[in-house]
């Protein structure tokens, strides 16, 4: 083989070397966006998944809030109600 048909075949080996590189980094940008695409949906989703999360937390702390403000507004009336038996009995004769 002559010298010139060795550079030709080391220059057409060349370039199918920077054809299947130039691939090669075109396949690998198209994973890289298509994980980040991925990634944005999944963070998407969970943000949305908290913030559910976070509506339900809030109502079940309202509910129980105004379950207490009653029980205490309960309790308030049997006291008043236990304190003016007491006194009453007090009032009696032995």
Avoid at 19 to 41: G, L, P, Y
Avoid at 60 to 74: L, Q, R, T, Y
Wanted: charge should be negative; include cysteine; charged fraction near 25%.
């Amino acid at each position: 083989m002559n010298i010139f048909n060795r550079i030709l075949i080391l220059g057409a080996a060349s370039l199918a070397l920077a054809a299947c590189s130039q691939a090669t980094k075109e396949e690998t940008s198209e994973a890289a966006n298509s994980a980040a695409a991925d990634t944005a949906a999944n963070t998407e989703k969970a943000g949305d998944a908290i913030e559910t999360a976070g509506d339900k937390a809030g109502a079940a702390i309202d509910e129980a809030g105004d379950k207490a403000a009653v029980a205490a507004s309960d309790a308030k009336q049997n006291t008043g109600e236990a304190l003016e038996e007491a006194g009453k009995d007090m009032q009696k004769p032995n």
